[in-house]
């Protein structure tokens, strides 16, 4: 049994309805791969800042101790503290934040840091770009002597 359809009288096929085609992709395409060109030196120079090894890596300890307590890097080097320990600390070197006068010195000209809490297992990174030596300390165990210098060296 064929199945009847309806035709106009022209005998062509009716026209199809435009506004249930779908948009024409192209422009959207086009779009979308401006946008990801204009983010891949973006992200590229993000993967390689991940990448790359910290020039020095610091512990924080159980001992409520920065291990080492000093580190020596160059201007424009990275320094990781990492939180091996059960509690929380901080990296600081702000002046202003210190408890006591000789837990923070910064050189002329750097700014102050503060890493907020780094909690259990995580890291914080800073990057020394002014030559000097930066004492700092956590503040929750200030008082336990918990500090740390950073040497900072000119590059040559």
């Known amino acids: ?9 022209t005998g062509r ?24 060109a204009a983010a891949l030196p973006a992200l590229a120079q ?7 090894e ?3 890596v610091v512990e924080m300890t159980d001992l409520l101790a920065f291990e080492p307590e000093t580190v020596t890097v160059t201007a ?5 503290w ?12 702000d002046p202003a934040e210190a408890a006591y006068s000789g837990s923070a010195h910064l050189p002329e000209g750097a700014e102050p840091f503060d890493s907020g ?7 914080w990174q ?10 700092y300390f956590c503040i929750p165990h200030e008082a336990t002597g918990m500090r740390g210098t950073v040497v900072v060296e000119e590059a040559q």
Do not use: C, W
């Open 1 to 9: 049994m064929a199945i009847a359809t309806k035709r106009p009288a």
């Open 13 to 36: 096929r009716p026209a199809t309805d435009r506004s249930r085609r779908p948009a024409p992709r192209l422009p959207v395409l086009a779009a979308a791969a401006i946008a990801l």
């Open 46 to 52: 993000e993967q390689q800042q991940q990448a790359e």
């Open 54 to 56: 910290p020039a020095a």
């Open 76 to 80: 424009g080097e990275t320094v990781e």
């Open 82 to 93: 990492r939180n091996v320990s059960e509690v929380r600390h901080t990296v600081t070197a």
């Open 117 to 123: 809490f780094v909690e259990p297992g995580d890291s």
């Open 126 to 135: 800073h990057t020394f770009e002014v030559p000097g030596t930066y004492d």
